[in-house]
Nanobody, 125 residues
Framework: VQLQASGGGLVQAGGSLRLSCAASGRSFSDNVMGWFRQVPGNEREFVSAIGWSGGATKYADSVKGRFTISRDNAKNTMYLRMNILRPEDTAVYYC???????????????????WGQGTQVTVSS
């Protein structure tokens, strides 16, 4: 079971990026999935989560209205569209998944047993 995050890069403030998280090994269509981010020296913080079908979503206040989480279960892939990026959005972004069959969207990183490697997002001012 693997999660692979991609799509990070360098962008100017006000710009946009789309991150992808591809799952392999088995279907993740019945896993809540989420995005977290981490700046060196800080704890990994919650960004967004999405339910099985994509109908339920949850966002951190700091990204609400700017970021949109989505998923394509046919492709076993989750996305994070990031608009109006700010320098404070600079971080390594990680995708994660909850255990199979769990339905609650949570911001607690301890509740996500599956993690991908990070992808760096850098927003210049």
């Amino acid at each position: 079971v693997q999660l692979q995050a991609s799509g990070g890069g360098l962008v100017q403030a006000g710009g946009s990026l789309r991150l992808s998280c591809a799952a392999s090994g088995r279907s993740f269509s019945d896993n809540v999935m989420g995005w977290f981010r981490q700046v060196p020296g800080n704890e990994r913080e919650f960004v967004s989560a999405i339910g099985w079908s994509g109908g339920a979503t949850k966002y951190a206040d700091s990204v609400k209205g700017r970021f949109t989480i989505s998923r394509d279960n046919a492709k076993n892939t989750m996305y994070l569209r990031m608009n109006i990026l700010r320098p404070e959005d600079t971080a390594v972004y990680y995708c994660a998944a909850r255990g199979r069959g769990v339905t609650v969207l949570t911001s607690a990183r301890s509740q996500y047993p599956y993690w991908g490697q990070g992808t760096q997002v850098t927003v210049s001012s």
